[in-house]
């Protein structure tokens, strides 16, 4: 790929060039698998949280004494407009969870109120302040809650995850184009006399250019390939850690490995960012050669 | 093909090298420059290959004013033109055969035509067991032709040698002279800056003086020899043309 016309594999740059550019590309992959994840999430949960309405009605005195209204209540939630599924939550369950501060006696004999999922294909469209009210006039004090509130703060952390992922990308391109602009800066008067040797018997400035271009890009994919193999290697450590926790605890854990990328777009993107990291870092080269060859007598 | 008129070289800070210059160069002809040592020969044929601009007066080349040739025009230029350096500016990571092959690559000829003509030419001009010798392991003479057969591989149509003969013993440098007259033959211009008279004496060739910081022509173009005289204007130029179309 190198001509080899100027000797530039010997200069300091050539050392720290590609240890530089790796751990830059490290944190560039880093930083996009969490822009991706984070984007993958917010729209997961867009769909997820946005989509679902729990409607929490109060507990019989007697165990099936409104049996009737009850089974009216549920053909209206069935009625919804756009509905999908309704899950009625078992409250066993809900006792269960409460076990650890009641007791499972107590729990077990608490009147605990009866929760329906109402799981829309869309936010639903539908007025629940109105369907909370018409469902009051069969069982007062039922609620009818959107997950919305919740929601939006989450997407908001997502969407702030993502932001600060493209920002660190950002600031690694940024501080990649500098030290790529410095390294070159330095090679071009090391090398004074070779590069007005060429200019002398009429090397163009771009001849002399694609030399250092050329050097730069090898540092920068050498560089990257480690440092994309380590980004990798800490993810996959990453998930591992967390997998056995991630069984019994909440929903979130098992959500961000779900959210692991694991499409061939998501790893495309992500191998691209060691690639844009040399791209940036070829681009910086010739710009910064070019920079400095105009200022050297032809 | 080079015309100097009234041209005038000063270094930054230093009083004129050379002041009103006035001649031309014709195309394939073989002119020698004569002088003292710091005289401004090499100055000249920096003129020549817009290593420096004339601090004052016009000079053109291959009937460009170098004055107007920006950065962009410079190494097209440069590629007609093959220089042999006064201290061969060769590049020293890069081995004989390397170093010859510069202008060709630079070019951007082919690699097959690079090993054809390259090795030919290191062979011609006396250095068959050293094409991958780096510099320094070169005597003065050895590189000296290196960088001489760097200067004439693409075939220039214009050859400024600054003392190419000034490391190598006579036989050798005779040697060399015919090299130019093969390069001449074949259309190429070759002008030769020496301060070895003797060498002069030996072909026959016009000459021009550099003293003073004036350029007086010596010796004119096929009269072995003649009383110095100056060559002030485009019609000595016209005078000597006319004179070699005779001869
Ligand atoms: N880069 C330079 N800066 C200032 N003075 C120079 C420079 N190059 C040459 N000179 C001066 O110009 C004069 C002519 O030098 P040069 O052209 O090398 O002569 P020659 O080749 O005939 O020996 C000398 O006095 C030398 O000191
Ligand atoms: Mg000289």
């Known amino acids: 790929m190198t001509r080899g016309d100027i000797p530039l594999s010997h200069d300091p740059s050539a050392r720290y060039l590609p240890w530089l550019l790796g751990i830059m590309c490290y944190f560039a992959v880093l930083a996009s698998v969490g822009a991706v994840i984070s984007h993958q999430l917010a729209a997961r949960w867009d769909f997820a949280l946005g989509s679902v309405v729990t409607v929490q009605i109060p507990a019989a005195v007697t165990e099936g004494s409104d049996a009737p209204r009850l089974s009216q209540a549920e053909r209206m939630m069935r009625q919804l407009p756009g509905i999908l599924r309704l899950v009625r939550v078992d409250t066993s369950r809900s006792a269960e969870l409460l076990a650890p501060w009641l007791g499972a006696e107590l729990a077990a004999d608490l009147p605990l109120p009866r929760l329906f999922d109402l799981h829309f294909a869309a936010p639903p469209e539908v007025d629940l302040e109105q369907f909370e009210s018409r469902l009051g006039e069969l069982f007062p004090g039922a609620m009818v809650e959107a997950h919305t509130q919740w929601m939006s703060h989450v997407a908001k952390l997502t969407r702030a995850v993502e932001a600060l992922g493209l920002t660190v990308l950002a600031l690694v391109m940024g501080a990649s184009v500098v030290a790529v602009i410095f390294a070159v800066r330095t090679s071009v008067s090391i090398h004074r006399e070779v590069i007005s040797i060429l200019h002398l018997i009429g090397a163009r400035d771009g001849y002399i250019a694609s030399e250092f271009q050329a050097h730069v890009l090898k540092m920068a994919l050498r560089g990257g390939l480690v440092g994309g193999f380590l980004a990798v290697a800490t993810l996959a450590g990453v998930a591992a850690a967390l997998e056995p926790e991630a069984v019994d605890s909440a929903n979130l854990i098992p959500t961000l490995l779900g959210g692991l990328p694991a499409g061939i777009v998501e790893w495309v993107l992500i191998a691209s960012a060691p690639m844009l990291v040399a791209f940036v870092a070829w681009i910086a080269a010739r710009l910064s050669v070019l920079g400095a060859l105009r200022k050297m007598n032809p | ?247």
Not at chain 2, 217 to 230: D, F, T, Y
């Open chain 2, 1 to 247: 093909m080079i015309q100097f008129d009234k041209v005038e070289l000063r270094y930054p800070g230093s009083p004129a090298i050379l002041s009103d210059v006035n001649f031309a160069v014709e195309e394939s002809s073989f002119q020698f420059i004569t002088g003292a040592s710091g005289a401004g020969k090499s100055s000249l044929l920096k003129l020549m290959y817009l290593g420096l601009k004339p601090s004052r007066g016009r000079l053109s080349l291959f009937g460009q004013n170098a004055a107007t040739i920006g950065r962009e025009g410079i190494p097209a230029l440069r590629r007609r033109i093959g220089i042999v350096f006064q201290d061969f500016r060769l590049i020293p990571h890069l081995s004989a055969l390397d170093n010859v092959a510069l202008p060709l690559r630079i070019a951007g000829a082919r690699e097959s035509a690079i090993r054809e003509y390259v090795p030919e030419l290191l062979e011609w001009v006396g250095l068959s067991g050293h094409f991958d010798a780096l510099p320094h392991t070169l005597s003065g003479g050895q590189q000296q032709r290196v960088a001489i057969a760097r200067a004439v591989i693409g075939r220039p149509q214009l050859l400024l040698a600054d003392e190419p003969t000034g490391n190598v013993d006579d036989g050798v440098a005779v040697r060399l002279l015919y090299l130019f007259e093969e390069l001449h033959k074949m259309g190429t211009t070759v002008l030769i800056a020496t301060h070895n008279r003797a060498l002069v004496e030996r072909f026959d060739h016009p000459c021009l003086n550099v003293d003073g910081g004036r350029v007086t022509r010596v010796r004119g173009p096929g009269s072995r020899r003649s009383a110095p005289r100056p060559v002030g204007s485009a019609a000595g130029a016209a005078a000597s043309s006319q004179q070699r179309r005779g001869g």
